[in-house]
Each structure stands twice: as C-alpha cells, then as structure tokens.
T-cell receptor, first 112, second 117 residues
Framework: GENVEQHPSTLSVQEGDSAVIKCTYS??????FPWYKQELGKRPQLIID?????GEKKDQRIAVTLNKTAKHFSLHITETQPEDSAVYFCAASRPGAGKSTFGDGTTLTVKP | GAVVSQHPSWVICKSGTSVKIECRSLDFQATTMFWYRQFPKQSLMLMAT?????????EQGVEKDKFLINHASLTLSTLTVTSAHPEDSSFYIC?????????????FGNGTRLTVT
C-alpha cells in the first residue's frame, strides 16, 4: 500500500519567515496530493491541493510543488503569521481508491 | 458546500457500555465515508471505509466486532464502539468526499471526543 513520510515533525519559525514542509510517497499511481491544516481540537481543513498533471500551484501565501519523478511534494508558506500555527498533514491518494494515506503531521509554531 | 456533520462532539461513558457516533453529509451524497481515530499529537489513523449498502472495509488491526459501522443511506454513516474500555478513549473523526474521477479533498466532521471511564 501507499506510504507517506512527512518532515519535519515540528517546525518553529519567526513571524514573517517562510516555512517548508516536505512529504514523500511510495505509490507511483497516486495522483492527488492535498494538504490539510488542523488547529487544536478542530477538524482538519483543506488548504491547498495538487494533482499529478501539474508541478506547482499557488494560492496567496501558500504554494505546493510536486516532483512526480522523485515522488515528493512540498508545502511552502511565505510571510508566516501566528495564526498559521497548527498541525499540517499531507496526504496522497490513487485514482478511484477513495481513501487517502496521511503523513504523520508537522506542528508549525509561528513566533510573534 | 460539502459539509459533514458529526455527533456527538464529545461523550463520556462507562466501561462496558456502547457508544454510537453519527456522521452525516449535509449537502451531498456520499457512497463512501471514512472513519479515523486520532491520538493526541498524532496523525489520522484510518480505521475503516464505510460503504453505503454494503459491508465496511476495515484496516488491518481494527476489530470489526468492536467498531461496528453501518452506512444505511447516502448521507449517513454510524460508528458504534461496543463494550468500550478506557483504551478506546480517543478522538474519532469521520470524513467524506464529493466523488470525482480526478481526486477530491476529504471533508471532515468536527470529530467526537470519547472518554471511557
């Protein structure tokens, strides 16, 4: 089955700095890669996603890059703000499989 | 759109009793729903895939007789934790997606905090 590894497990940055979280996946058939943000005690919510037919996607301060050959994808957050502090999960899924495999999560702390 | 509602948000029960958790897709139909368990500061662990009108698919190591799943309609799946024990205390969260051919995000319920005393 699919295996998703996520690094780092914790990340602390100063407000205004950039944060990068990286994930690798094992199943070359996976074609959908979402990123979720989970605040303490709340549900995970999608912040950005990318499909295998593109290499990069950007939404304001958030961007995701995908390298299909190397089977890794990354989340980039620029100009971080304290409200970006949360746990971020990457995931990967195959077409039609339904279920997603999640990384172990990264706890991001943005210091004001 | 794509709202998933989960109830209750928290429940405390005594050891040996059963607890039912409901997961509803409010504005879309979901033939498949997913049940996760999350321990503090850990990732989402998929327990089972709930399939409307058929048996759920359980992940390896998850006891199907302990975690009963019923998906009787296109908008409702239930998870019943039977004969609960303190080690079953956890955060349970369901999710569903608007099904497409090209991949779509999961929409999560608010989660249920289960405490077994």
């Amino acid at each position: 089955g699919e295996n998703v590894e996520q690094h780092p497990s914790t990340l602390s940055v100063q407000e205004g700095d950039s944060a990068v979280i990286k994930c690798t996946y094992s199943d070359s058939a996976s074609n959908y890669f979402p990123w979720y943000k989970q605040e303490l005690g709340k549900r995970p919510q999608l912040i950005i996603d990318i499909r295998s037919n593109v290499g990069e996607k950007k939404d304001q301060r958030i961007a995701v890059t995908l390298n299909k050959t190397a089977k890794h994808f990354s989340l980039h957050i620029t100009e971080t703000q304290p409200e970006d502090s949360a746990v971020y999960f990457c995931a990967a899924s195959r077409p039609g499989a339904g279920k997603s495999t999640f990384g172990d999560g990264t706890t991001l702390t943005v210091k004001p | 759109g794509a709202v998933v509602s989960q109830h209750p948000s928290w429940v405390i029960c005594k050891s040996g009793t059963s607890v039912k958790i409901e997961c509803r897709s409010l504005d879309f139909q979901a033939t498949t729903m997913f049940w996760y368990r999350q321990f503090p500061k850990q990732s989402l662990m998929l327990m089972a895939t709930s399939n409307e009108g058929s048996k759920a698919t359980y992940e390896q190591g998850v006891e199907k007789d302990k975690f009963l799943i019923n998906h009787a309609s296109l908008t409702l799946s239930t998870l019943t934790v039977t004969s609960a024990h303190p080690e079953d205390s956890s955060f349970y969260i369901c999710s569903a997606r608007i099904e497409t051919d090209i991949g779509s995000p999961l929409h999560f319920g608010n989660g249920t905090r289960l405490t077994v005393t």
